[in-house]
C-alpha cells in the first residue's frame, strides 16, 4: 500500500490525505487501532465460551484480511506490551476472559490467553495465504478448543 494508491483509490489528493494523517505509519496505525476495536466488538457480541470467541475471531480475520493484516503483519508503532492502546487491551482482554490463567503455575497470569490467541492468529493467518485446507477448519476449531481449555 502506497499513499499515492490509496489517495486514488479514496477519490482524494494525496494532500488531503496526509491533513489527516502524517504518514503512512500513522495511516496503518489508524487501521490497525480500529480493527482492534472492531474485532473487540465482534467478540464481545457473541457468548463468553472459548470455542463461540474462537469462531468469532476466525470469522473476523476472514471476513477483512486487510484490517487484519493492518493489525498484525505491517510494521507498526503499536506495542502490545504496554497496554497503553485501548483497543488492544479490550480485544486481549475479551481472549483473556475465556483462557484465563490457572492456579497454579502451568499457565499463569496472561500466559494461557497470550497462547490461545497466537494459536487463533497462526491458523487465521495460514487460512488467509491458503495454507490451511478449507474444508478442515472446523477441525482445527475443535481441536485448538480442546488443547486450550484442557486444564
Do not use: C, N
Request: net charge negative; hydrophobic share 45%.
Amino acid at each position: 500500500m502506497t499513499m499515492r494508491r490509496l489517495s486514488k483509490e479514496l477519490g482524494v489528493t494525496q494532500p488531503v490525505l496526509y491533513s489527516a494523517f502524517a504518514s503512512r505509519q500513522a495511516l496503518i496505525d489508524a487501521v490497525a487501532l480500529d480493527g482492534f476495536a472492531t474485532i473487540a466488538a465482534a467478540l464481545e457480541s457473541v457468548e463468553a465460551t472459548p470455542l463461540a470467541r474462537m469462531r468469532a475471531y476466525l470469522d473476523f480475520a476472514d471476513a477483512h484480511p486487510h484490517v487484519y493484516e493492518a493489525m498484525f503483519s505491517m510494521p507498526s508503532g503499536l506495542r502490545f506490551a504496554e497496554r497503553a492502546y485501548e483497543p488492544l487491551t479490550r480485544a486481549f482482554a475479551t481472549i483473556r476472559e475465556v483462557f484465563p490463567g490457572t492456579d497454579d503455575d502451568t499457565a499463569p497470569g496472561d500466559v494461557r490467553a497470550e497462547v490461545a490467541w497466537s494459536t487463533l492468529h497462526g491458523l487465521a493467518t495460514l487460512q488467509a495465504g491458503g495454507r490451511l485446507p478449507q474444508e478442515r477448519m472446523q477441525a482445527r476449531i475443535a481441536y485448538a478448543h480442546q488443547v486450550l481449555t484442557h486444564r
